[in-house]
């Protein structure tokens, strides 16, 4: 798994989401979340198409 995290993609995983307001009523333990989700599905994707790979061979 860890081959994956280095990947350039996973750095720019925050540039999408809401950026802070004015009024400061900005999340960022919601922005942590939202970027532990689309890591774990990018993981979970990865895996299977892993899987799917070994059983082609």
Known sequence: ???FI???SYLRIGDNLPKPTMTGNHNPSQ???VNMQLLL???FI???QLRIGILQL
């Open 46 to 48: 990865k895996s299977i």
């Open 31 to 33: 922005e942590v979340k």
């Open 6 to 8: 280095h990947q350039p």
């Open 1 to 3: 798994m860890k081959a």
């Open 41 to 43: 599905n990018l993981i």
